[in-house]
Every structure is written in structure tokens, then in C-alpha cells.
């Protein structure tokens, strides 16, 4: 077990040096960043298990959550704390950037440095996993987070790059409806396919269009799926 740390500025460019020179082919140790002058205790002195294994994104997620519950702390104490989550990626930086096949594929710097700009920070594995969660629960985050820690995959990258989107309960409880498999416990298959018809890209067109007449706010999630053109009957079976 280890204290919940946040790095500062300087632990913030170790780690990305250590990312970047791990991107370069260099065969480097992962630095020692849990101590000063490369970070600092969070304000409450919460233990994580720097050993736990995380099948899929949502069980990171869950555990995050239970860990700040069972210490008092809220969402909004942390959900902004960039340095904190990045913290998080340096902490388990084996899972989320595993070794496969013999090599080790390092994404972009967004994946593990986490940023205050939305435009990256949904694109962080976990501040993005935790912020879906605790949001929605585990039920409307399954078509985000049911991917291994190391997938950001498109249903995440197509709903929750948009601020109004992946901030509208009704729509996340709508695209669950259509492209959640509840007996298989998967994503149905095609609902990101460019070219299947009523694919998640086409929900995203309809639903700016719906908007323009319907307040999407005030409206179940069932209301609106009676609102979808016939190109979606597919997926509401």
C-alpha cells in the first residue's frame, strides 16, 4: 500500500522525460517520483494499492471511487486535480502502458499527463475513467469503460470528447439503450462502424439536429429514443 501522492512540476516533467525517452527506444528505469521534490501527501492520507491488478477500466474506476468514499472525499476535491491523476498514471504505469508481444507501444503524452485542457483531458486513462464513473455509475459507464486500462475506445473518443454530450445524462443513458448488450455484457457489434446505419457518429448528427427543437435536458432517455429516425431500429432491439 502507498499514501495517495500529487506531483508537482517538476516530478511532471520527470515523468514525461521518462515517457519520452521510453517513445525514443531507450531502455530506462522508471524514476522514483514518490518522494520530494517531485511530490507531495494529498491532503488526506488515503492508501492505494500500488500492486492491484485492473482487468478493465471500469474496476479502476470502482476502486478509485470506494478509496475516496471510504475517506470522506467527494468528487469535486478531486475531479480538477490534474497533478493528482497524473500521479495516478506514473502509479500504475505498467498496466497502462503494458508490455505486449515483447514491446512496450507508448500513446500519446495525454494518455498519462493529465491535462486542464478538455480537449485532451478525456483522452487521460484515468482521470477520464474516474470522472465517467462518478458520473454515471457503473451501469452507464460499461459502454466507456469496459475496455482493459490501456484502451481508449471510440465510444469514448466519439461522446466523451463532447463537453455537451458526455455531460447530458439522458443522452449517455440513451447511447446505453442502443449500443449496450446486456446478455453478452459488451458493446453490440458495428455501433462504431463508419458504415453501419445508426452507428454512434450518425447518433451525434441526429442529436444536434434534435436539439434545435427538443431540450434534451428535460427528456428521459426513452423519450428520445422514440424521436430517432428508422435507421436506428436496429440498435433498440
Given at each position: 500500500?502507498?499514501?495517495?501522492?500529487?506531483?508537482?512540476?517538476?516530478?511532471?516533467?520527470?515523468?514525461?522525460?521518462?515517457i519520452h525517452s521510453l517513445r525514443s527506444g531507450l531502455q530506462v528505469h522508471r524514476p522514483n517520483l514518490n518522494i520530494e521534490p517531485y511530490s507531495y501527501e494529498f491532503k488526506s492520507s488515503i492508501q492505494v494499492d500500488e500492486d492491484r491488478l485492473f482487468s478493465t477500466r471500469i474496476d479502476l474506476a470502482?476502486?478509485?471511487?470506494?478509496?475516496?468514499?471510504?475517506?470522506?472525499?467527494?468528487?469535486?476535491?478531486?475531479?480538477?486535480?490534474?497533478?493528482?491523476?497524473?500521479?495516478?498514471?506514473?502509479?500504475?504505469?505498467?498496466?497502462?502502458?503494458?508490455?505486449?508481444?515483447?514491446?512496450?507501444?507508448?500513446?500519446?503524452?495525454?494518455?498519462?499527463?493529465?491535462?486542464?485542457?478538455?480537449?485532451?483531458?478525456?483522452?487521460?486513462?484515468?482521470?477520464?475513467?474516474?470522472?465517467?464513473?462518478?458520473?454515471?455509475?457503473?451501469?452507464?459507464?460499461?459502454?466507456?469503460?469496459?475496455?482493459?486500462?490501456?484502451?481508449?475506445?471510440?465510444?469514448?473518443?466519439?461522446?466523451?470528447?463532447?463537453?455537451?454530450?458526455?455531460?447530458?445524462?439522458?443522452?449517455?443513458?440513451?447511447?446505453?439503450?442502443?449500443?449496450?448488450?446486456?446478455?453478452?455484457?459488451?458493446?453490440?457489434?458495428?455501433?462504431?462502424?463508419?458504415?453501419?446505419?445508426?452507428?454512434?457518429?450518425?447518433?451525434?448528427?441526429?442529436?444536434?439536429?434534435?436539439?434545435?427543437?427538443?431540450?434534451?435536458?428535460?427528456?428521459?432517455?426513452?423519450?428520445?429514443?422514440?424521436?430517432?429516425?428508422?435507421?436506428?431500429?436496429?440498435?433498440?432491439?
Open positions: 500500500m502507498i499514501t495517495i501522492r500529487v506531483l508537482t512540476d517538476k516530478g511532471i516533467e520527470e515523468f514525461r522525460s521518462y470502482k476502486y478509485l471511487s470506494a478509496c475516496f468514499a471510504q475517506s470522506g472525499i467527494r468528487r469535486v476535491d478531486v475531479i480538477g486535480n490534474n497533478a493528482l491523476w497524473t500521479w495516478f498514471a506514473y502509479l500504475w504505469f505498467d498496466q497502462l502502458c503494458p508490455i505486449i508481444n515483447g514491446k512496450r507501444k507508448i500513446r500519446e503524452d495525454s494518455r498519462y499527463i493529465c491535462s486542464s485542457d478538455y480537449r485532451d483531458y478525456y483522452r487521460h486513462y484515468v482521470a477520464a475513467a474516474y470522472n465517467i464513473f462518478s458520473l454515471y455509475g457503473e451501469e452507464n459507464s460499461k459502454l466507456f469503460l469496459h475496455c482493459p486500462v490501456y484502451i481508449h475506445n471510440d465510444f469514448t473518443e466519439q461522446l466523451a470528447s463532447r463537453q455537451y454530450i458526455i455531460s447530458n445524462k439522458t443522452i449517455i443513458e440513451l447511447a446505453h439503450l442502443l449500443y449496450w448488450d446486456s446478455k453478452e455484457n459488451k458493446p453490440k457489434r458495428g455501433g462504431t462502424d463508419r458504415n453501419r446505419p445508426g452507428n454512434v457518429r450518425r447518433l451525434i448528427k441526429v442529436l444536434s439536429q434534435l436539439e434545435l427543437t427538443y431540450d434534451l435536458h428535460s427528456m428521459s432517455a426513452r423519450e428520445l429514443l422514440k424521436l430517432l429516425p428508422k435507421e436506428f431500429d436496429v440498435w433498440k432491439k
